[in-house]
């Protein structure tokens, strides 16, 4: 059974930082592309970052460009999103998720998914 397991959310303060990792097990990601979504209060989930397991290929969207930096661990299976001069509009649930192929940006091309972590970011 795979599982993807997200921690490291928490409250801070606008500017700051935090690191959030996912860990996977069930079966290893090789082929996979790992993403970190994130759901903010009354929205969609949206794409925030992506890596390819193998290739170590990145991916951004524009919101979170040269804030965020995701990356991966292979050795523990692990993945993480490292984020700084976090602002208020970053406060959200943010999700792990991975797919087998190539990279996607839509929450539905992705098969599997963590149970999220919140992250607030105070003004």
């Known amino acids: 059974q795979v599982q993807l397991v997200e921690s490291g959310g928490g409250l801070v303060q606008a500017g700051g930082s935090l690191r959030l990792s996912c860990a996977a097990s069930g079966r290893t990601f090789t082929d996979d592309h790992m993403a970190w979504f994130r759901q903010g209060p009354g929205k969609e989930r949206e794409f925030v970052a992506a890596i390819s397991w193998r290739g170590a290929s990145t991916y951004y969207a524009n919101s979170v460009k040269g804030r965020f930096t995701i990356s991966r661990d292979n050795a523990k299976n692990t993945g993480y999103l490292q984020m700084s001069s976090l602002k208020p509009e970053d406060t959200a649930v943010y999700y792990c998720?991975?797919?087998?192929?190539?990279?996607?940006?839509?929450?539905?091309?992705?098969?599997?998914w963590g149970q999220g972590t919140q992250v607030t970011v105070s003004s």
């Open positions: 998720s991975a797919r087998y192929g190539i990279v996607a940006y839509t929450p539905a091309a992705y098969n599997y």
